[in-house]
């Protein structure tokens, strides 16, 4: 019986033992500059990784926002009406478009994004169309062009494709669309106000796994968080409940990570705050600065399928990525 209870014992401990090696396996990383063990979380803020600047004859001026998708990065560089196209190295390959009112041409592209195809769409804010191009600028055709014009939508701002549908927001109408990408209207979220399920010159949108749609309210300094219907479900802005004083100055670009983290660009600040799903804030990075990792007002958020995080930089002219 003894024998019996010392090898029970040994066997506790060797499955202790284990536990304890699988727990550092899995949930520990030694620092490289201290050779130090340190946990990892699994809500820390990203680290910066590298920068697109764009051509030095014809640089980048005015970055408003970012896409990829496996082949191309392309960002809306809005101040010299084009997009550039850089390589998943961040080396510049291609621009399209140029200033003007006709196919192909802009007066203030702005929000960007990409289908499962390949192809293009900008939101252009002033001439107020959204434009279709083939993943090398070639332009297409003009997206749900009727519909926009039926509906008043003349200042589209941000743009997102997500799965099979178009979310896209108007500063003018203060309200949120969703679209299939035929573009047929399915969804109005939203309407002029302050109040609930009210909004202010929109600006990022976002949705998540439950078709849940995430808008940025930058007038009213503040996300809504709409369902699928569009039914209004609740705010985040920094503060418990989302009823006390905000975080944000002048909130706009806003992804979510394969974590359920909601990234939001607070403009004015120069911050990026992270929130998990109950709408806590996790973490913040940047601040204002000229170095790596910081930011002057930065503007456009993406984040890809490996949660890679792009930022445009606004003031300092460059796209930041972080991992």
Request: glycine content about 12%; overall charge neutral; proline content about 3%.
């Amino acid at each position: 019986m003894k024998r019996r209870n010392v090898y029970i014992g040994m066997a506790l401990i060797a499955i202790a033992t284990a536990a304890v090696f699988t727990f550092l396996f899995l949930y520990q990383t030694k620092d490289v500059k201290t050779g130090l063990l340190a946990v990892i979380k699994p809500d820390d803020a990203p680290d910066y990784s590298i920068s697109l600047t764009g051509d030095f004859n014809k640089p980048l001026s005015k970055p408003m926002d970012v896409t990829a998708n496996s082949s191309f990065t392309y960002v809306s560089d809005t101040n010299n009406k084009r997009v550039l196209a850089f390589d998943t190295g961040g080396n510049l390959l291609f621009a399209f478009g140029e200033e003007g009112t006709g196919k192909g041409q802009f007066k203030f592209p702005y929000g960007i994004s990409t289908d499962d195809q390949g192809k293009v769409f900008v939101a252009d804010l002033y001439n107020g169309n959204i434009s279709v191009f083939d993943e090398k600028g070639k332009f297409i055709d003009y997206f749900a062009q009727k519909v926009m014009a039926d509906k008043g939508i003349s200042a589209p701002a941000a743009l997102r494709i997500i799965g099979k549908k178009v979310y896209m927001t108007d500063i003018k109408t203060s309200k949120a669309y969703v679209f299939d990408l035929n573009g047929k209207l399915l969804l109005e979220v939203g309407k002029p106000g302050t109040g609930d399920g009210e909004l202010n010159a929109p600006n990022g949108i976002t949705a998540d796994e439950e078709g849940n749609v995430y808008v940025v309210d930058t007038g009213n300094q503040r996300v809504q968080i709409f369902d699928s219907k569009g039914k209004f479900l609740k705010i985040i802005n920094g503060s418990e409940n989302g009823k006390g004083q905000s975080v944000f100055v002048n909130p706009r670009g806003i992804g979510i990570d394969s974590r359920g983290i909601m990234y939001v660009v607070s403009n004015l600040t120069h911050l990026v705050y992270g929130f998990d799903k109950e709408g806590k804030k996790v973490f913040q990075f940047g601040g204002m600065g000229e170095d790596n990792g910081q930011f002057s007002l930065p503007n456009g958020l993406f984040i890809d399928k490996n949660d890679n995080v792009l930022i445009t930089d606004t003031l300092n002219i460059r796209v930041q990525a972080f991992n």
